[in-house]
């Protein structure tokens, strides 16, 4: 899913209910350790478009008030000239949650992966890894996330994956040992779409695997209703294989018309799902109406069952 920051109103239902406190913020980094896997059960995770002139960390605070308790992720978006350690960053470490980082390499223009391989923007990689080194508290950094629909223009799936391996090792170098590295790849690939995942994942080098998959129906022709198992489904055997932890780091569901239940039932039985699937440790809501509503408030039906997901034991490790 691509992303622009952009700001509309929509109908919002919103749940009256308690904010849990979060876990103290050295005791949740202290029983994941330092790749921030869980040893049971899976982080939840949330990115919170901006929407009615809430700021980001007023929206994230928003959508908390709406499912009951704090999220441990927070997903933010960046280019390679942004800053990576802002206010909203900055906030979020303050409130307990770990901030998961998608950095694409477009400034002014898009800066090709071979570029990147062959030390051509060292100076900002170096910056970047500076920013972040001096946060002193456990960040994730996903490299051009979904990189497959960039093929081309910015490089070959060899040339991402050389790119992904000199981000590593620039940001060892500069001792920025407190970030975790996601490579976020799109589900089709992981189905064999793309070249497939052992094209595009550069091995030992990502901390994390990460898919990003929807239930398309019923907005996109052609697509049929799909569960969340069947659009993990080839990303988890993959990655049970490859004994990495495994994040589904965009996620989304659409209402369907004529069907009122049909939003909640997928997220009830998404739920089940992830309970039965030890290896996935992350799992991160993409609430946005990028290119469809995706809005865990679409109905309040839908609300209440994403509630329930949240409140899940299986998501407070």
């Known amino acids: 899913m691509r992303f622009h920051r952009i700001t509309c109103s929509v109908l919002t ?52 008030k709406q499912v009951g308790r704090r999220f441990a992720i927070d997903h933010f978006y960046f280019h390679f000239d942004d800053s990576l350690a802002d206010r909203h960053v900055r906030a979020t470490i303050t409130q307990g949650r770990i901030p998961l980082i998608n950095w694409k390499p477009e400034a002014r223009r898009a800066i090709r992966w071979s570029t990147i391989a062959t030390g051509g923007v060292d100076r900002t990689i170096d910056r970047a890894a500076a920013e972040l080194r001096r946060l002193k508290t456990p960040v994730m950094l996903a490299f051009h ?39 976020i790849l799109e589900g089709f690939t992981y189905d064999g779409g793309h070249g497939g995942a052992k094209a595009w994942f550069p091995e030992r080098y990502a901390d994390w695997a990460g898919a990003d998959a929807y239930n398309w129906a019923p907005g996109r022709r052609g697509f049929s209703w799909r569960s969340f198992e069947e659009a993990f489904s080839s990303f988890y055997a993959w990655g049970s294989k490859q004994r990495v932890p495994m994040m589904a780091a965009e996620l989304g569901t659409q209402e ?61 490790p």
């Open 13 to 64: 239902v919103t749940l009256l209910v308690p904010l849990a406190a979060a876990p103290a913020d050295a005791a949740l980094l202290d029983r994941l350790g330092p790749k921030l896997v869980p040893s049971t059960g899976a982080l939840l995770g949330i990115y919170a478009k901006e929407r009615q002139g809430r700021s980001h960390n007023q929206e994230i605070r928003h959508v908390e």
């Open 145 to 183: 996330h979904e990189p497959e629909n960039d093929a081309g223009k910015y490089g070959t799936a060899r040339q991402f994956r050389f790119a992904f391996r000199h981000i590593v090792r620039r940001f060892k170098a500069r001792r920025a040992t407190n970030v975790v590295f996601v490579c």
């Open 256 to 316: 369907r018309p004529g069907d009122p239940n049909a939003k909640a039932a997928w997220l009830n039985a998404a739920r089940v799902t992830i309970r039965s699937w030890p290896r996935l440790k992350a799992v991160v809501y993409f609430n946005s109406d990028k290119k469809y509503r995706w809005w865990i408030d679409t109905s309040k039906r839908s609300l209440a069952a994403f509630r329930a997901l949240a409140q899940d034991t299986h998501f407070r």
